[in-house]
């Protein structure tokens, strides 16, 4: 199956402070990837649609100035936490596919925010 | 969208075979059902998909009958490893494009 990757696995950062999350397409090309955060216990709850050239689509309830989501290119979407709290603290997790109706999923990214 | 039910958790035993079942009564013709596994601290792995009757391939089937409203995942023979949470998702939803959306999902505890 294809393969999606996140970058940084794992991060601790102080509260107020921006963190990056990089989800990459290593063998496919998409023009559309999601964002996912999941909270212990829980299922995956989708954040946003990230579209290659155009502004991400986000959730109700989703901060879009607090989430920053950026697709420059058909490998790679970021996720920007901006002035991270301790309620952000979860796993993050971004996914892409050849096609919408089958999705392969990144690894995720644990942040912790002091 | 499609909604899905699903039990929230079932146990099982090694080296028997486990069926997991999905309700999802409004499913759109254009609809696909789709199954993920997900390890603690992972990002969900694809298992299988289908749109009717059976699908089987390497690790699990899946059973869809005639009126697709509700689909079985299949896993023979667990081990312990196949200790995770399997979620049910359908889409695309017709008339637009897909966003998948996931439930509760389904907690499969294998027993020594």
């Known amino acids: 199956g294809a393969v999606v990757s996140q970058h940084p696995s794992r991060v601790i950062c102080k509260s107020g402070t921006s963190v990056k999350i990089e989800c990459r397409s290593l063998?496919?090309?998409?023009?559309?990837m999601f964002w996912y955060r999941q909270f212990p216990k829980q299922s995956l709850m989708l954040m946003a649609t990230?579209?290659?050239?155009?502004?991400?689509?986000?959730e109700q309830g989703v901060e879009k100035d607090k989430f920053l989501i950026n697709h420059a290119s058909l490998t790679l979407s970021t996720l920007t936490v901006t002035s991270a709290h301790p309620e952000d603290s979860s796993f993050y997790i971004c996914?892409?596919?050849?096609?919408?109706?089958?999705?392969?999923f990144g690894p995720g990214t644990r942040l912790l925010v002091l | 969208l499609a909604k899905t039910t699903q039990p929230i958790s079932m146990d099982s035993y090694e080296g028997q075979e486990v069926n997991i079942t999905c309700s999802h009564n409004?499913?759109?013709?254009?609809?696909?059902i789709t199954w993920y596994q997900q390890f603690p601290s992972q990002g969900p792995r694809f298992i299988i998909q289908g749109y009717k009757t059976k699908v089987t391939n390497e690790v699990a089937s899946l059973f869809i009958p005639a009126d697709r409203k509700s689909s079985t995942l299949s896993l023979p023979r667990v081990s312990l490893s196949d200790t995770a949470v399997y979620y049910c998702?359908?889409?695309?939803?017709?008339?637009?494009?897909?966003?998948?959306?996931f439930g509760r999902g389904t907690s499969l505890i294998v027993h020594p």
């Open positions: 409004n499913i759109a013709t254009n609809d696909y």
């Open positions: 998702l359908v889409g695309p939803a017709s008339g637009g494009s897909y966003i998948p959306t």
């Open positions: 996914s892409g596919g050849l096609n919408q109706e089958t999705q392969y």
């Open positions: 063998d496919f090309q998409a023009t559309t």
């Open positions: 990230s579209n290659e050239g155009s502004k991400a689509t986000y």
